[in-house]
């Protein structure tokens, strides 16, 4: 009788289908229930330019380096501020379990850069969509802004605004959300009135495209003895499996390999700085550029390639023992010169 081999399956069945994300701007499918006392937006978009390496003070009092210089792995996102040019209302229909627009209203003077993804109206009947935004606060359960980035802010060197639903959540009342939604509309929100250096963000994003790839690399299949080369290939797998009524869909198959929308949970912002130029290398980010305006450090890597969109949200899932709330003590960036010693 021959040895079972026991070994773990290839590739993770949790993040199938493994097919190409359906739109290169992040769809958020979940919020959090924020309860901080005061109205506040739960998400912000940014730009990814780079990664660098910075020194931070280590403020975790259970670390062995508690007080001490460490290096940490940052990555750098250009944020320009978000023009918030609509408020939407949503109700519950309790027949379907979806959520279904009841109102909104439209800022009056529109960006012109808008006109590249909607087609904006001659005049917006702004005070009338007011009077039904107020008709319909009562049967409302949700407020969302409407913003656009605007990327020509930005070192990417385009002109085409994202679109996004942002929620408004940190206090129970719509009334409340609601009139801090409008005083918004036809304003811009910056990184800084979202949130604040040392909080935890879950990071959203379109991962880099690799293309159609075969087993061993999309997920990892042992590749077959030498002595299988001259039959049907040795890039493969062993066997697929019955074949009736269908091949096993976990099965290993080639297919797609990344541009696949992921979640990265509990990230820190070390900084949320003012001029980018302060922390832009000499000759700017590799395929990227400079950055200009605000811009976010994160500690750790961030799905996706450079200049692609990632959305910034409140953790869904904050650890139990989450990092000091105050701001990080950032020492030095790779992109500065090195400290006088």
Known sequence: ???KIHRPRRGSMGVYPRKRAADIVPRVRSWPGVNVGRPVLLGF???????????????RPTSPLYGKEAVRAV???DAPPLYVWGVRLYTLDPDTGYRLSVAEAWASELPKHLGRVLTLPKEVPTERQLKKLEEHKDVADEVRILVATQPHLSGIGKKTPEILEIPVGGVPSIEDRLKYALSLLGKTVSARDVFTPGQLVDVIAVTKGRGFQGVVKRFGVAI????HKHRKGHRRVGSIGPQKPAVMFTTPRAGQMGFHQRTEYNKRILKIGDSGLEITPKSGFPHYGVIRGPYILLQGSVPGARKRLVVLRYPVRPPAKAPPLAEPQVVWVSSQPPPAT
């Open 45 to 59: 978009a940014a730009y990814k330019a780079g990664m660098l390496h910075a020194v931070v003070i280590e403020d």
């Open 224 to 227: 077959l003895p030498r002595w």
């Open 75 to 77: 990555t750098v996102l």
């Open 1 to 3: 009788m021959g040895l």
